[in-house]
């Protein structure tokens, strides 16, 4: 009778065991340790080395310098970006009155959220934030990004906290039922441009989400808008 043929590379259970050995006595410990050392410093760039898109490695929690503001929610930061000298980033969650939009023109508060926006960032160091919900890019190629200001504070939140701007309730981001609860504070306390628009002053995308946002003749705020 033909003995069994040994299987070729079979481990035996002195090697299984010394292995085991290793990994839980010696290799472990050492990851734990250099994990100890290094601590969140390794595990990001680990993250950013093999998860990051190549957006977010260029931009995310990185410093730039402010060249210049376009409007109250774009502006240009000093990184090259494909064929321009500069990276042109669109504030995520907001929108602001237009001042060179090409049919709505001037619009109501336009100037006033411009002039803030500079005031808070105009040639100012500022951290960009690169979100992990929906799109990094709009559809002309600006990259969409909160923007922390040297005091810790996030421009975009400024931006609705005081009434120049809007909570952009069309698209999805991390943090849409924060800048929706925003919206409602700067209406309750009319802050800025809430203390005076009427209704046909706002962006058409707003008085189509919000139907009933100052439909009062006489400006007075509807206290179900946030209800309907």
């Not at 035996?12 to 601590?39: C, E, Q, T, W, Y």
């Not at 923007?147 to 701007?165: A, M, Y």
């Amino acid at each position: 009778m033909a003995s069994p043929k040994a299987v070729r590379y079979a481990m035996s259970r002195r090697k299984k065991n010394a292995i085991v050995f290793v990994f839980f006595f010696l290799f472990l410990p050492a990851v734990m340790v250099v994990d100890h050392l290094a601590g969140p410093p390794l595990r990001q760039a680990l993250v950013r080395r093999f998860f990051y898109t190549e957006d977010q490695k260029k931009y995310h929690q990185q410093y730039f310098s402010v060249l210049s503001i376009v409007d109250g929610d774009t502006l240009d930061v000093d990184w090259p970006d494909g064929n321009s000298a500069f990276t042109r980033i669109r504030l995520l969650g907001i929108d602001t009155p237009e001042t060179r939009h090409p049919t709505a023109g001037v619009m109501y508060f336009g100037p006033e959220a411009t002039d803030f926006t500079r005031s808070m960032i105009d040639g100012s160091r500022v951290t960009v934030l690169l979100d992990t919900v929906g799109d990094q890019r709009d559809v002309y190629g600006r990259l969409l990004a909160y923007i922390q200001i040297e005091d810790g504070r996030i421009l975009n939140e400024e931006i609705i906290r005081r009434g120049f701007g809007y909570a952009d309730l069309r698209f999805e981001h991390s943090q849409s039922a924060l800048y929706e609860a925003l919206m409602e504070e700067a209406i309750a306390s009319q802050a800025g441009l809430w203390k005076k628009a009427v209704r046909d002053q706002l962006p058409p995308w707003l008085r189509q989400k919000r139907p009933l946002l100052l439909r009062s003749k006489a400006g007075v705020l509807s206290t179900s808008i946030f209800n309907e």
